[in-house]
């Protein structure tokens, strides 16, 4: 099985600009991307629609870590997946050139937080990305239950096609 | 020494990037044609071929790879398309699809790009919006030669990038609900349209073009909306005046909520994943069959004492 | 005409209906509906799109082809909501109508 995330240039950016931006406290910033999905086979293709920031106050003031987004931001994410029947992506920034990895205490998060959205909209995946300056990596549960695969291939969409593969 | 050598100003991975992509070509006319002889050229390693007709007569004045012989064997325009890849390249990913595009959307959905060769706006519309769907970037190419009276011709044409999320084909103005409207009235019959093969060597030429600086990094900058006209008159591809008025227009046609397919559902897909596997690992597991041959044989040496 | 309104009368008819967009404009989804084809009830997935499309006022689009049944001709194939689709050439439709109304007088193509 492949699990392919596409997303426009255009979007792509949107989202740098955004975590790019500074916050008063937080090191880092946090947003959400929906995304509709289609099948090949057996064969995922996430396919990213929008980009939602988490607002500045919807951060909490944890020093020991880069960021920490608070209930309502969770809150407004899981309203998002119900009201819209999308999938939706954690996202954030480690910066710097290369592959990026999910640091532990992300990992820790997202095994807390992303399986709630299957409660809210089980018919759709839901997942996070970190980004580096120039790349993507992706973690996704097709299963509230079960734990994540690994986002396998990224396709940033423009002129010209930026393609890359994580397996 | 590499048979790519030539090519090596396209971008120190260009080899890589163009023999690893997947290229979706709907029609394998006259213009698909060439498109497809020039892809096999290139490099591009991986096609889905789609068309459902085979090669007639009054296809031999422009289809490209297409011989006399074809006329006798009936031989498909996928067949010929895939013949003329397999010429080109050692071990090209193929699958060719001997039917309608709609029969063929689980394997177009996995292109990097589609390209249009069709005969119809309604079958444009409908391809360039799967196309939009799966944010695949979509071709397009279209060729006409125009009676003007008094036995004068105008061969025109275009060539459209609908990127999405930049403008489309109705943004272009090339799909209307009026044109739409004239061709369902005939029922879709495109007729036998005049076609010819250098106008479609241009346009389709072009078409490689754009597909190479959409996979490789030769070009620095290159557009992601283009809108070419040809006049075959004059000789001239040049750019519509869309193509600067449009430039950072957001497409209204396909809005991004309409992005993936809206029937999706990921507990359906884990079942026909499992379903796939527990298929997958019945087929491994079954024994062996055993030839005809074998048993014959092996009787035969029993009885031998062998 | 008001899309809500219109998708809850035929949610009404048919609880499973869903509402769904392409190009955006409202689209119907209508799972294994049944209606009368010929001398015979059959059951399919229906999909009406009450706004202009392939050349056509409003169209219905059947999940099978019903070649010869009823009046309806020149059935074609098409790729709406990223699924395959057929229609047949069913001109006496108009927009102006409640989509109740609209789905009776496409039906009567197959009638």
């Known amino acids: ?167 | 020494m590499n048979r790519f050598d030539r090519q090596s100003f396209l971008g120190m991975d260009s080899e890589f990037k163009l023999g690893a992509a997947t290229l979706g070509l709907v029609g394998l006319g006259g213009g698909g044609s060439h498109i497809v002889q020039q892809s096999g050229h290139l490099g591009i390693g991986g096609y889905v071929l789609v068309d459902p007709d085979h090669s007639t007569e009054t296809n031999t004045n422009r289809l490209v790879g297409g011989t006399l012989a074809d006329l006798e064997s009936l031989t498909a325009k996928v067949a010929i398309a895939e013949r003329l890849i397999r010429g080109l390249q050692e071990r090209p990913r193929i699958t060719p699809v001997r039917d309608t595009w709609h029969n063929a959307t689980a394997k177009l959905k996995r292109c990097e790009i589609i390209v249009g060769a069709v005969d119809s706006f309604k079958e444009r519309e409908e391809l360039e919006r799967f196309a939009r769907r799966h944010l695949i970037p979509y071709i397009d190419i279209g060729m006409d030669i125009h009676e003007l009276g008094g036995k004068k011709y105008l061969i025109g044409g275009q060539v459209i990038l609908s990127m999405p999320g930049k403008p489309c084909l109705r943004c272009c103005g090339l799909i209307t609900e009026e044109r739409l409207a004239m061709e369902a009235n005939k029922y879709g019959a495109a007729g036998s349209r005049p076609q010819v093969v250098w106008s479609n060597g241009v346009l389709a030429s072009t078409v490689v073009g754009l597909i190479t600086q959409l996979l490789t990094p030769w070009f620095n900058n290159p557009p992601d909306f283009v809108y070419l006209d040809y006049d075959g008159n004059r000789g001239t591809l040049t750019p519509n005046d869309r193509m600067e008025l449009l430039r950072n227009k957001i497409c209204p046609h396909h809005p991004p909520e309409e992005t993936g397919d809206p029937l999706f559902d990921v507990r359906e897909f884990n079942r026909h994943v499992a379903d796939l596997a527990l298929n997958k690992s019945k087929f491994s597991s079954a024994p062996p069959a055993t030839s005809l041959w074998k048993t014959i044989w092996a009787g035969i040496a029993r009885a031998l004492g062998l | ?111």
């Open chain 3, 1 to 111: 005409m008001d899309a809500r309104a219109e998708f809850a009368a035929i949610q009404a008819l048919h609880p499973s209906a869903s509402l769904h967009s392409e190009g955006g404009n409202p689209v119907v989804l209508l799972p294994n509906f049944k209606f009368r084809a010929g001398d015979k009830t059959v059951a399919m997935a229906l999909l009406l799109h009450p706004s202009p499309h392939s050349g056509y006022v409003t169209r219905l689009f059947f999940e099978q082809k019903l070649e010869g049944v009823g009046q309806s001709q020149n059935w074609t194939e098409h790729t709406v909501l990223s699924r395959k689709w057929w229609a047949p050439s069913w001109k006496e439709v108009v927009a102006e109508q409640s989509w109740i109304s609209m789905l009776g007088a496409h039906l009567r193509a197959v009638a």
């Open chain 1, 1 to 167: 099985m492949t699990i392919q995330f596409k997303i426009t240039r255009h979007l792509l950016e949107e989202v740098r600009r955004d975590l790019a931006r500074p916050h008063r406290y937080a090191h880092e910033r946090v947003g959400f991307i929906s995304s509709g999905l289609s099948s090949a086979e057996e064969n995922l293709l996430v396919l990213a629609r929008t980009y939602r920031a988490v607002a500045d106050g919807d951060y909490l003031h944890d020093p020991s870590v880069g960021a920490m987004i608070g209930p309502d931001a969770i809150r407004k994410a899981l309203q998002w997946a119900l009201s819209e029947g999308v999938a939706v992506f954690h996202v954030h920034t480690h910066g710097g050139i290369g592959r990026p990895g999910f640091s532990n205490i992300d990992l820790r998060e997202q095994a807390k937080f992303v399986p709630n959205f299957f409660q809210i909209a089980p018919q759709c995946p839901h997942g996070a990305l970190v980004l580096s300056n120039n790349s993507v990596h992706g973690h996704i549960w097709l299963d509230g239950d079960k734990s994540f695969e690994i986002v396998t291939g990224f396709v940033e969409v423009g002129a010209p096609l930026n393609i890359w593969s994580t397996s």
